[in-house]
Nanobody, 126 residues
Framework: QVQLVESGGGLVQAGGSLKLSCAASGGAFSRYAVGWFRQAPGKEREFVAG????????HYADSVKGRFTISRDNAKNTVYLQMNSLKPEDTAVYYC???????????????????WGQGTQVIASS
């Protein structure tokens, strides 16, 4: 069983940066792909970025390509999401998830992923 805890959210002005962390405990986290997702008020949860268990493959939603970077440090059981050039439309609760799939599989399997964190709020003010 893997437990995931997100941190690093907060309030930032549009154009600013934040770095989210997803720390894992229990289970074989280093063997799982990890994804970041977000859910804005009144909207469905959407895929943001995914990374393979080795870190060698990444996949991004078009809306964040070139602005967000996903990375991982398996020695620390942690996955990161560096968010630059934040826009008001990036405002949402951000969740990380893990499962035995690929970086791209985090998007296609988002409704059936086994492990989820509790989320961290990101607000990008205009």
């Amino acid at each position: 069983q893997v437990q995931l805890v997100e941190s690093g959210g907060g309030l930032v002005q549009a154009g600013g940066s934040l770095k989210l962390s997803c720390a894992a405990s229990g289970g074989a986290f280093s063997r799982y792909a990890v994804g970041w997702f977000r859910q804005a008020p009144g909207k469905e949860r959407e895929f943001v970025a995914g990374i393979s268990w080795t870190g060698g493959s990444t996949h991004y939603a078009d809306s964040v390509k070139g602005r967000f970077t996903i990375s991982r440090d398996n020695a620390k059981n942690t996955v990161y999401l560096q968010m630059n050039s934040l826009k008001p439309e990036d405002t949402a609760v951000y969740y990380c998830a893990a499962d035995s799939t690929t970086a791209q599989g985090m998007r296609s399997m988002s409704r059936s992923l086994h492990y989820w964190g509790q989320g961290t709020q990101v607000i990008a003010s205009s």
